[in-house]
């Protein structure tokens, strides 16, 4: 079966740094996603991994360790808007399927 | 960039009743269109994969005949609740891949928010 892990919550101040991990189980693993969602709101795509190692787009970084079956999103100057949560999803089947996480809910302090 | 619309946004009904939901891809043609269900801070779970002219792959657990799942084209996919019941509340997501476009990008639509009394 598939299944990922990713903490329920975390809590940063602004200005800080925050990681959230992910790891996962899958058949036919083809890369890990993440996603970010607001209250009420849909998913909005933030960065993919399909090889291992470190993508980075602006203030949001993303790690994969395909042996380690592992990854992290890394979140850089952290902003009251960046309150949200953060799903991590792995494609699977070859990359035909997406299953995504439980969602790891970050609350930014001022 | 590729835009995934919904309607109707939100949606109310009465018990027994059927709800047909709309997902369209406006500047793209999408072969592959998914659909998912959130329920209230928890993650979005994986309903069906809808590929454009075929029949949809259910994810085990989801009734066919409950959720019936239309892709008559390559820029709409329909869901239809049939007979729904409180349960069935819940938030309803789809996105789509573009054809032809990476495996790793789906757009998602911005959700149909089902409330059955």
């Known amino acids: 079966g598939q299944s990922l892990e990713q903490p329920s919550e975390v809590t940063a101040v602004e200005g800080a740094i925050v990681q959230i991990n992910c790891t996962y189980q899958?058949?036919?693993?083809?890369?890990l996603s993440w996603y970010q969602q607001h209250d009420g709101g849909a998913p909005t795509f933030l960065s993919y991994?399909?090889?291992?190692g470190l993508e980075e787009t602006g203030r949001f970084s993303s790690f994969l360790s395909r042996s380690d079956s592992y990854g992290y999103l890394l979140l850089q100057e952290l902003q009251m808007k960046d309150s949200a949560s953060y799903f991590c999803?792995?494609?699977?089947?070859?990359?035909?399927?997406?299953?995504f996480g439980a969602g790891t809910r970050l609350f930014v302090k001022a | 960039g590729a835009v995934v619309s919904q309607h109707p946004s939100r949606v109310i009904c009465k018990s027994g009743t059927s709800v047909k939901i709309e997902c369209r891809s406006l500047d793209f043609q999408a072969t592959t269109m998914f659909w998912y269900r959130q329920f209230p801070k928890q993650s979005l779970m994986l309903m069906a994969t809808?590929?454009?002219?075929?029949?949809?792959?259910?994810e085990q657990g989801v009734e066919k005949d409950k959720f019936l799942i239309n892709h008559a084209s390559l820029t709409l996919s329909t869901l239809t609740v049939t007979s729904a019941h409180p349960e069935d509340s819940s938030f309803y997501i789809c996105?789509?891949?573009?054809?032809?476009?990476?495996?790793?990008?789906?757009?998602f639509g911005p959700g149909t928010r089902l409330l059955v009394l």
């Open positions: 899958t058949s036919g693993f083809y890369g």
């Open positions: 996105s789509a891949r573009t054809s032809g476009g990476a495996k790793e990008t789906q757009y």
């Open positions: 809808s590929n454009e002219g075929s029949k949809a792959t259910y």
């Open positions: 999803a792995v494609l699977g089947n070859g990359g035909f399927k997406t299953i």
């Open positions: 991994n399909g090889l291992d």
